[in-house]
């Protein structure tokens, strides 16, 4: 085992000057014998009080190497305690050095984990953390062998050979499994196909543990079938790039950049929620710091409690019992209740947090197969109106008293000159202003659809961006909708009073954003469903910092905690069944 004690010494020693290539031993070697020492205050711990002022700086802290880069800068450190229920995650900064503040690390033993792509860890063995002394324990990694099983969604977009508009094609790939299948797969053009349309019968709640049957596709006998031109197309496309004409790729495998500057100022947190299979595809944090999440697959809505890793766990009743199972969309109305999208359940669906009780309201398509779906809804502004919209297969406006659903009707009061054009407009997310106005994002194209929530009149607004996939948002306290350009590769930014755009790109390709949200702080923040980044746009500089989640993630809802300083940013991981936590340091 090749960590080392360092009694309680401050400032912690580093080996600041270990040279490139040196083994761990001569690694440990010179730890003792180096200095520069770095003063304390460039470490990232908290400001701590007279009494703990005896405390180490670090609980665990030490370099990241490996013989082909030296020492490496963004390699993400992810410890979980021995009976813990989640895991802390630093990243090393330009010298190599990583550090787990005192505070987040409670004595035990642990094990260790690294993501730096292309590379694996030399498995340190169980590092016992103390607490009343700094623990050192440098990391060697070494070069994967398997390179293609690390790669990100993202990554293999980029290594592909195609046209965008070809690869595009993939981004319908990514919301129940990695592109790992698909990418794996030795399909050829015909089987491709009929494997294509196969997909099109899971609901979006499935996985390939637990695969749950669309309500239209029930009966159907999908291997008999003649599948779509559209799956044709895609897949002479996909069985170009797969292993379908031998044991290795035809492309070369590219990575993305690790994690650098002020991307690895940061500590994450993921916590493992009470089922394995849970898929908490929205998360949203309460007044209190609280994470409440809905489950995309199963009838569950939970609370995680972020001070120690607890959740509690409301089971929500079926309303079609036959019908899949889960939830999209998750929101507070004013007075801090939650309504959820209940998807194919056909209902939206209230939860009274005084009475922990549940109570539904039932689309007018209630029982008609695919077309009850109800994915998102909108209760923030229910009080000016006692209304919210919902958006699904159709979009509504539902008076929550009369039980009335109004359909939104995209050419009403739409120009003659645009109306057809405004026909085919649908809305994925749906956001609401100050006045309960409706803002609807086409994720099929570019639009940003404004209904009147008076006269439901229509007015349709396009993204600078063309085809820029507007995706989910939220409007802020100032009428400013912040939006995630899923194809577009941009935050965007529409000002509901000026009707002007701002965007702004994504610095990492095939991010592909799902999500925006604006903190307390003045930052904008999204999340790639295909790369595992999460970008903090500081909205008066356009300076856009990358953060890298420790694990494989399909990051959907975003959002923050303003409680904390600054504010942090929570995200839902259908892959692993967890919640994840991240901090910036400054
Ligand atoms: C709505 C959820 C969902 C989406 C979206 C989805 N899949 Fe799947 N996929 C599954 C499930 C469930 C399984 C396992 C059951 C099965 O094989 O049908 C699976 C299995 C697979 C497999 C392994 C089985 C085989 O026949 O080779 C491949 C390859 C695959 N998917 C490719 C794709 C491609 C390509 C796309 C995009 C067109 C896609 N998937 C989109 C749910 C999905």
């Known amino acids: 085992m090749i960590y080392k004690k360092i009694h309680t010494i401050l400032p912690v020693i580093l080996t600041g000057l270990l040279l490139a290539g040196c083994s761990q031993e001569q690694a440990s070697e010179t730890q003792t014998s180096t200095t520069p020492a770095v003063s304390q205050s460039e470490l990232p711990i908290l400001d701590t009080g007279p009494v703990e002022s005896m405390m180490p700086a670090a609980a665990l802290t030490g370099v990241v190497s490996s013989s082909a880069e030296g020492l490496m800068e963004g390699v993400l450190v992810t410890v979980r305690r021995d009976g813990a229920t989640f895991t802390v995650t630093v990243v090393s900064d330009d010298q190599g050095l990583y550090s787990f503040p005192v505070d987040r690390l409670e004595p035990g033993g642990y094990t260790v984990n690294t993501r ?17 002394e700094t623990v050192q324990l440098d990391l060697e990694l070494t070069e994967t062998s398997d390179l293609a099983s690390q790669l990100s969604n993202g990554e293999w977009l980029l290594s592909m050979n195609g046209s965008v508009e070809e690869k595009q094609q993939f981004l319908n790939c990514v919301s129940c499994h990695t592109l790992q299948l698909p990418m794996r797969s030795r399909h050829n053009s015909e089987m491709f196909a009929r494997t294509i349309n196969r997909m099109s019968t899971w609901s979006q709640g499935s996985t390939p543990m637990r695969p749950q049957l669309r309500p239209d596709s029930v009966g159907r006998n999908v291997m008999q079938e003649d599948p779509p031109a559209r799956a044709k197309r895609f897949a002479e496309f996909a069985s170009t790039v797969n292993l379908s004409q031998g044991d290795n790729w035809n492309f070369e495998l590219k990575t993305l950049p690790r994690p650098s500057g002020k991307g690895t ?13 849970a898929l908490p595809h929205d998360a949203i944090v309460d007044e209190d710091g609280m994470v409440w999440y809905g489950d995309f697959g199963s009838q569950f809505l939970g609370r995680l409690d972020p ?16 019908s899949p199972g889960g939830s999209l969309d998750i929101n507070f109305d004013p007075d801090g209740n939650i309504f959820l999208g209940m998807m194919y359940q056909g209902v939206i669906m209230k939860f009274d947090r005084n009475n922990e009780t549940f109570e539904h309201w039932k689309s007018p398509l209630f029982d008609a197969g695919d077309d009850s779906r109800t994915a998102m809804v909108t209760p923030r502004m229910v009080n000016v109106d006692g209304k919210v919209w919902t958006g699904g297969v159709e979009e509504y406006q539902v008076d929550l008293n009369t039980g009335e659903w109004i359909a939104i009707d995209y050419t009403k009061g739409v120009p003659e000159n645009y109306r057809e054009a405004a026909s085919r407009i649908g809305s994925y997310g749906v956001a609401v202003d100050s006045m309960n106005n409706f803002y609807g994002l086409q994720l099929g194209g570019d639009h940003v659809t404004r209904v009147d929530a008076k006269t439901l009149d229509v007015k349709p607004f396009r993204t600078p961006t063309p085809n820029s996939g507007p995706r989910r948002g939220r409007i802020d306290d100032q009428d400013r909708l912040w939006f995630a350009e899923y194809r577009g590769n941009r935050i965007g930014m529409f000002n509901t009073k000026t009707e002007q755009f701002t965007e702004w790109e994504v610095p990492v390709p095939w991010t592909n954003p799902y999500d925006a949200v604006l903190d307390d702080s003045g930052h904008a923040w999204t999340g790639g469903m295909t790369n595992d980044y999460v970008g903090r746009l500081n909205t008066d500089t356009s300076e856009m910092t990358m953060y890298l989640l420790p694990g494989t993630t399909n990051i959907r809802r975003v959002d923050v905690d303003n409680t904390t300083s600054p504010p942090s940013f929570w995200v839902g991981d259908n892959l692993e069944g967890t919640l994840i936590r991240v901090e910036p340091l400054d």
């Open 307 to 322: 001070a120690d890793g607890s959740a509690v766990e409301y089971e929500i009743p079926m309303t079609q019992p036959e």
């Open 116 to 132: 730096a792509v292309g590379y694996d860890l030399v498995d340190p063995g169980k590092v016992i953390v103390t607490g009343t």
């Open 265 to 277: 100022r940061v500590i994450m947190t993921e916590y493992d929620l009470p089922r394995p299979e």
